[in-house]
């Protein structure tokens, strides 16, 4: 083989494999994106049912309803609009009412979310941050919750 | 005072950096030994002041010193020993201050064990490492001061629950070490376009230091893997989340790094794309700092959200990839090409591996960044998950495992595939064994699922089969057999548990992912649940107190065939400071699978308790993997003609024959 015959075996190798990763990126990046709604994007968009969405808001107050069973009622809000989610299994453990929470799953044709995923902050102070943005956006945002630090010395 | 003295010695480190960066390149270029010779005792200074600093900061959280901000913030007198030291690290301005400590501790490595390294080249080196430690000093001394201090409080709002784990005190300084390690690389492939000339020696000095950062990072991803495994309660054990993907793709590059510096330095060939690669591992490191520490990402990593932070990082980011991406495309073009070599041989099966381990880098990086993009761009909120990466670093590593017995077995310079598949017989036997067995004894899962297995068996056998090969087991006699064990060089045995680690790990993924048994119940006391053949007996709850938490823990016993096993104790825990309910899950470890018992909240009216478990097959073969690579890691760093010192001991042995 000449140096050009080997040149062109690297180069054609390459291009194989980056058009594979290429062809195997559009598809996944078509199918498995989720999108992030809020409860008023739910309303005005039309959201069809079956699709998988990220749905986030603050967990309404007084709207949690634990069954005799394992499955979870409450409904996520913007504090204008709130949908009513069901999810069965364990809850995180700073999810309670009036604080943030993103939920993935889907819409059904009545209108209630079914999760599978409840995601809520890792830590006290930290609202999750689609969430804040979408309560910035009604006009609700309270600003940080994070207690502010005492007055630095300069 | 001890604070302030730390806060004196990192701006004084600042400033012995400044001095670090100019001079010893200044008379690297002048060729003035005088100047070149600043750079080894300033690398040296650096390191003590800052780690003075660090030390400092270590004893404000010792002695609960609550005029300090970040001691106060994060810290709490109640808080045991361990996560008041390793507190330290267990926030942002701490983090950092880890982060340039261990910057400054292998620039000094080079400073004190690199006397055999070309003088120019050395002063080059501490130049570069030197200009990293100024833009990190720089930010830490200008927007994220771990010394500032407020009013005297009476007690810290302490740490979050979630960091107060032993896992604490090892995770974060071995990622460190791994990602900061990677800036030696980067400092070298500089310091080598500033020369405009690399060779073998250059590829045989850089290979241990990538080593040594690549040990560190397998060792530290596995180690947050774990903890994430038993501590999140989900019972995964990796979740593609940004902050995951930011120290994976770091060691995806210095795993391509460490095979293409091999091709360089054995057959003089990949010059150019090895400096692109060392630059590229360590602008990963970066950029996986900046996705981490600048708050864009949402997780417990995050710890503080300040926008000035952000845009620090990323000037700094840009100004150092920028720059080395610059240097690169001025002057690589005058490095000059080495060794042919033909398309099956080793060069060839290295090349494949490097093509690979970067396309799929690619992937992990578009699919880590593209909600940011999208996000920047369209305002439009969008989440890529796990299905996403593996339906494209999935298929892209099945080719790379398939190659990996049969490249490291072909010759340098022109392989004879044929002959390598003869050798690979009885690996391929064994391979379609397992892939038998699996199918026989499947019940469920998707069809898949043992052809992933016997990729990994297949990678496993072929490491035992080119070692079995070399030494030539069973035929030759024993004694013969021993010897060759004995000669093989270390580095040998390195790289055959290397890949046997990976092929472990990766039976491991795919046992777990697929045959992992879930089940969610609600238990009263004194009733049972099964699963995977073990019944568990729910006894009831019991409170207890720890040192700065209550709990409530959950009573099992587990029994298989009517055999106790074991008790279990799940818990809710309630802590004093930061107030804050965590979930400690309780875990069976078994080699064959674990048993992962997490206790739920109770269910009103008497109905018990919501308890989640899960049953995850082989799940201990993913870290016993990672382990296993990082100590063949260390073998291969040990082998005498890797070790730091061993150029100059052959030049010496060479002038010892010329006499």
New interface residues.
């Given amino acids: 083989?000449t140096?050009k015959q080997?040149r062109s075996?690297?180069i054609f190798?390459?291009v194989a494999?980056?058009s594979?990763?290429v062809f195997?990126?559009m598809?996944?990046?078509k199918?498995?994106?989720?999108?992030?709604h809020t409860p008023r994007d739910v309303a005005e968009k039309h959201i069809a049912p079956g699709k998988r969405i990220?749905l986030g808001g603050l967990v309404e107050q007084g709207s949690v309803k634990?069954g005799?069973?394992?499955t979870v009622e409450f409904a996520i809000t913007d504090t204008t609009r709130a949908i009513p989610v069901r999810y069965?299994?364990?809850?995180p453990?700073?999810f309670r009412e009036g604080q943030g929470v993103v939920a993935?799953g889907r819409l059904d044709t009545a209108g209630v979310f079914t999760a599978d995923t409840i995601l809520a902050k890792?830590?006290?102070n930290?609202m999750?941050?689609?969430v804040a943005?979408a309560l910035k956006k009604e006009g609700v945002w309270q600003g940080d919750s994070k207690?502010k630090?005492?007055?630095?010395?300069k | 005072m001890i604070t302030e003295l730390g806060h004196f010695a990192l701006v004084l480190a600042l400033v012995v950096a400044l001095v670090q960066t100019l001079l010893p390149a200044l008379g690297a270029h002048y060729k003035d030994a005088r100047l070149m010779a600043v750079g080894e005792p300033a690398a040296v200074a650096q390191l003590i002041l800052i780690g003075l600093s660090f030390f400092a900061l270590m004893h404000a959280y010792v002695v609960s010193d609550f005029s300090v901000e970040t001691v106060w913030a994060n810290s709490h007198s109640l808080k045991p020993m361990l996560y008041k030291v390793s507190g330290v690290w267990g926030n942002h301005e701490g983090s950092m201050l880890l982060w340039v400590l261990i910057l400054a501790a292998f620039g000094a490595a080079v400073a004190l064990f690199g006397d055999n390294l070309p003088r120019g080249l050395r002063a080059n080196v501490l130049s570069v490492q030197a200009l990293i430690a100024v833009a990190f000093l720089l930010f830490i001394i200008a927007a994220s001061n771990p010394f500032i201090r407020i009013p005297v409080q009476s007690e810290g709002r302490g740490l979050n629950p979630i960091l107060q784990d032993p896992a604490l005190a090892f995770h974060p300084p071995f990622l460190y070490a791994g990602y900061v390690g990677l800036s030696i690389a980067f400092s070298f492939a500089v310091a080598a376009l500033i020369e405009g000339r690399t060779d073998a020696a250059w590829a045989r000095w850089v290979r241990p230091w990538t080593l040594a950062a690549w040990v560190c990072l397998t060792l530290g991803i596995a180690m947050g893997s774990w903890w994430a495994y038993y501590e999140l309660g989900w019972g995964g054990w990796w979740f593609w989340d940004p902050v995951e993907n930011a120290s994976f793709m770091p060691w995806l590059a210095a795993t391509a790094l460490l095979h293409s510096a091999l091709v360089m330095e054995k057959r003089e060939a990949l010059k150019v794309w090895t400096i692109l690669l060392a630059i590229l591992a360590f602008s990963l490191s970066l950029m996986g700092t900046f996705l981490v520490r600048s708050g864009v990402l949402t997780s417990v990593h995050a710890f503080a959200v300040d926008p000035r932070r952000g845009v620090f990082i990323l000037s700094i980011m840009m100004l150092l990839i920028g720059g080395a991406l610059a240097l690169f495309a001025w002057r690589a073009p005058s490095l000059k090409q080495g060794g042919l070599f033909s398309p099956i041989s080793r060069e060839g099966a290295l090349v494949l591996n490097n093509v690979l381990l970067t396309v799929s880098c690619g992937t992990v990086f578009i699919g880590t960044l593209y909600p940011l993009a999208l996000d920047a761009l369209v305002g439009a909120k969008i989440s890529v998950g796990p299905p996403y990466f593996n339906a494209t670093f999935g298929p892209l590593m099945v080719p790379l495992l398939f190659a990996v017995p049969i490249g490291s077995m072909l010759s340098w310079k022109r392989g004879d595939l044929r002959g390598v598949m003869e050798r690979l017989m009885l690996t391929g036997l064994v391979t379609a064994f397992a892939l038998a067995v699996t199918f026989a004894f499947m019940h469920r899962g998707p069809w898949l699922a043992p052809f992933g297995l016997a990729l990994g068996v297949w990678v496993c056998a072929g490491a035992v089969s080119e070692w079995g090969q070399r030494v030539k087991a069973f035929a030759a006699p024993w004694d013969e057999v021993w010897r060759r064990a004995r000669g093989l060089p270390r580095a040998a045995y390195g790289t055959a548990l290397a890949h046997f680690g990976i092929g472990m790990a990766m039976i491991g993924i795919v046992a777990t992912t697929a045959w992992q048994s879930e089940s969610v119940v609600a238990l009263k006391p004194g009733e049972q649940t099964t699963i995977a053949g073990y019944t568990l007996d729910f006894k009831g709850v019991a409170p207890s107190q720890g040192p700065n938490y209550n709990e409530l823990l959950g009573l099992f016993s587990v029994s298989r065939n009517g055999r106790p096993v074991v008790d279990l104790t799940p818990s809710k825990r309630a802590y004093v400071m930061p107030p804050q309910p965590t979930t400690e899950a309780a875990i069976h470890v078994a080699l064959l699978g674990d048993l992962y018992v997490v206790l739920g909240d109770e269910i009103k009216d008497g109905g018990g308790y919501i308890v989640r478990l899960y049953f995850n097959p082989l799940v201990r073969f993913i870290w016993i993997g990672a382990l296993v690579m990082a100590i063949g890691g260390v073998f291969s760093l040990s082998d005498r003609r890797l070790r730091v010192g061993a150029p100059r001991r052959a030049a010496r042995a060479s002038l010892a024959a010329a006499e």
């Fill in positions: 083989m140096r080997r075996v690297f190798g390459g494999v980056l594979l990763a195997l990126v598809f996944a990046l199918d498995t994106i989720v999108f992030f990220r634990r005799s069973g394992l069965t299994g364990v809850l453990d700073l993935e890792h830590d006290e930290y999750p941050p689609e943005a207690a630090s005492p007055a630095a010395k």
